[in-house]
């Protein structure tokens, strides 16, 4: 007869290998921003590597000259730089139970209910903290820079290796409301306006607006007699969004992390992309017995990062009040 320890081990791997897209399902869900990367094709899985190399695309070939006949030609090397390097950040939780929960669960509906609940609550966990980090600033210990690191209130930073102070094309944009002005649904769409334009080069132009609560209402109050709403696309992805030029307007509470302050990011997702390791993609592994203690411990762990490959067409509006 199978052991408790092994019942349960095999429901709970069963359960997350047949379903092993469920934790990015649920962040999807439940997170603007990785729903837009995962609908674009923007979540890239990668095989190893010391770093996550990103190259970059920033600016023009110097050694373009106008010449006539015999002219000397430049044939200089052009000084770019030419990579962004964000190194590997790791997650990990556990489905967990003692020996005494496997032996009071003994027959085949407990042990099937507690194995259930438990890979449940591991995935909402997992899926909870992953929404929180994409917003992050990656201040807390091998946390994942999410957007307060690479999308900063005054645009400056280390980011993916490069100091912006040092190599300030690699500066993001920002505008905050001027003086002690209170952002009003009656100003806000100029804001938003000034922000947009610094933001749009050619073709490229922010796609989505991800807002905090109190910016995303004023926009949707200075809209309601337009009724400006996106189109069915972000609904079906389960997030109500207005609209704005171009880009979907969509409110996440996770936004303004580790702050009371309002912002607005404006994001252009060609040049923002999830990497994960597909080894370690919330992969289960083999379970663990604890030597000193009575229970089974399966671990389920993530690898990744988020990049950005081009900081000056990504901007975030911050109110100064």
């Not at 791997?13 to 990785?34: G, I």
């Not at 695309?57 to 052009?78: F, I, M």
């Not at 000084?79 to 990990?92: F, G, I, N, P, T």
């Amino acid at each position: 007869m199978p052991s408790p320890n092994s019942v349960f081990t095999e429901m709970v791997t069963t359960t997350l290998r047949n379903h092993p897209a469920e934790v990015s399902d649920n962040v999807s869900r439940n997170n603007a921003l990785y729903s837009r990367l995962k609908s674009r094709g923007k979540i890239k899985k990668l095989s190893g590597g010391y770093e996550i190399v990103r190259p970059l695309d920033y600016a023009e070939n110097s050694t373009y000259q106008r010449y006539a006949g015999y002219d000397t030609l430049n044939v200089q090397a052009s000084d770019v730089l030419s990579a962004a390097k964000y190194d590997w950040v790791q997650a990990a939780i556990h489905v967990t139970a003692s020996g005494r929960e496997l032996r009071m669960n003994n027959g085949k509906e407990q042990i099937i209910d507690l194995a259930s609940s438990r890979t449940r609550n591991a995935m909402r966990t997992a899926s909870n903290n992953m929404s929180l980090d994409i917003y992050s600033d990656g201040s807390l210990t091998n946390q994942m820079g999410g957007l307060a690191h690479l999308i900063q209130n005054a645009g400056t930073g280390t980011v993916g290796g490069i100091n912006s102070s040092t190599y300030t094309f690699w500066k993001n944009k920002f505008y905050e409301a001027p003086g002690t002005n209170t952002v009003t649904k009656s100003n806000i769409k100029g804001y938003m306006n000034t922000t947009w334009l610094s933001l749009v080069r050619g073709t490229d132009k922010p796609d989505l607006i991800v807002s905090t609560h109190d910016f995303f209402g004023f926009y949707w109050e200075s809209l309601q007699d337009l009724q400006r709403y996106a189109s069915a696309d972000s609904a079906t992805a389960g997030f109500q969004s207005l609209k704005y030029v171009t880009a979907d307007v969509m409110f996440d509470d996770n936004t303004n992390f580790a702050t009371t302050g309002e912002k607005m990011y404006f994001l252009n997702t060609d040049y923002l992309e999830m990497v994960v390791h597909r080894d370690a993609n919330w992969t289960t592994l083999d379970e663990k017995m604890s030597i000193n203690q009575d229970g089974v411990v399966i671990p389920i762990i993530w690898q990744g990062q988020m990049t950005c490959s081009n900081r000056a067409l990504q901007g975030v509006l911050i109110d100064a009040a």
